[in-house]
Structures are given as structure tokens and as C-alpha cells.
């Protein structure tokens, strides 16, 4: 007579079989990722995510900045900045589904932004859209939206400098 197999077996065999990855239920916040914190080196990243991260910008000539994604395409639209070693930005672009503390992510308006954070955030008016800043208490490290005329198209965290450079390193 044969004996069923435990769901709890099933269940464990495929949560150990999958690789790690920033999850849609992740919240980027002024900490970092997930289990991925702000002053992380690259291989404490890479042993979190189960992944070897690929440099996909950065300054040749100095070798200190670079982005880092992953090459398999999980996680797409997530950028982790590595400078001098540690990371001290995390760049939210389409098509991910990360979002905030307070749900606010790629394509949430300008409404619920408004909403979620209200006079904490500070604007920054822009030509091509306005950025709105959420600064930390200590103005140590800040998330900044990035909107067109209706909606986030793109946000980052990090550690100040490098959250409010405008292009990746710099």
C-alpha cells in the first residue's frame, strides 16, 4: 500500500529548489530591499539574492561606482549602486513591482503619492516631470519619486549623495 506524500514535503522541496530574488512583496524603504540593507558589500548582496549580479553602468576610469542587475531577468527593473564597495543606492524602474511601505510604486499617481506621504515630501519641479523627495529624519538617506505629469515612473532609496544624483553613478 502506497502512502501519500506530505504537502509539507512538497512545499519545502520547492521553496529550497527556487532561487532568492527580491519578491513584488518586498518593500523598499529608507533601509534598503527586502533583506538587502544600504552598506552591503556586492557578495553580501549576491549571497541574499542566490544570484551573481552583472555591472550594467558605472565609471570605468575609477572603478568605485557601478550598477549592478541581474542577467537571468528576475527582478527586472531593479538596479543595486555598489560605491566604494557598498551600496548605498537601490533604483526601482519599469517593469517591477516593488513598492514602498505604503504601496506607492511604478504607476501609482501623483494623487496617492500626495496622499501616502503628504507634507513630508519635498518637490523638486524638473522639465521633463518633478521629483518628490522623502527625506529621512536625519537627512542621512532619502526615496525619490520620479513622475511624469500624472503618475511614478521610476523611484529610488539610498544614502545621500548618491540617491539624489541624477544620472546612475556619478
Known amino acids: 500500500m502506497r502512502r501519500p506524500v506530505s504537502l509539507t514535503v512538497i ?4 521553496i529550497i529548489g527556487n532561487p532568492v530574488f527580491a519578491n513584488s512583496h518586498d518593500r ?12 552591503m558589500t556586492l557578495g ?4 541574499v539574492l542566490d544570484a551573481h549580479l552583472t555591472q ?5 576610469e575609477s572603478k568605485s561606482c557601478w550598477v549592478h542587475t ?20 537601490i533604483e526601482i524602474n519599469n517593469p517591477s513591482r516593488v513598492l514602498t511601505a505604503k504601496r506607492i510604486g511604478v504607476g501609482s499617481t501623483i494623487g496617492s503619492l500626495r496622499e501616502a506621504y503628504g507634507h513630508n515630501l519635498v518637490v523638486e519641479r524638473r ?7 522623502l527625506n529621512a529624519a536625519n ?10 505629469d ?10 545621500y549623495p548618491s540617491v539624489a544624483y541624477d544620472e546612475d553613478c556619478q
Do not use: Q, W
Open 139 to 148: 537627512h542621512r538617506r532619502a526615496i525619490i519619486f520620479e513622475t511624469d
Open 44 to 47: 553580501a548582496i549576491e549571497r
Open 28 to 39: 523598499l524603504t529608507m533601509d534598503g530591499l527586502g533583506e538587502i540593507h544600504f552598506g
Open 56 to 60: 550594467t553602468d558605472g565609471t570605468p
Open 70 to 89: 541581474r542577467p537571468d531577468g528576475l527582478n527586472a527593473g531593479i538596479g543595486y549602486m555598489i560605491e566604494n564597495g557598498h551600496l548605498t543606492r
Open 11 to 14: 512545499v519545502m522541496v520547492s
Open 127 to 133: 522639465g521633463d516631470g518633478d521629483h518628490f523627495i
Open 150 to 159: 500624472r503618475s511614478v515612473v521610476a523611484f529610488r532609496a539610498g544614502e
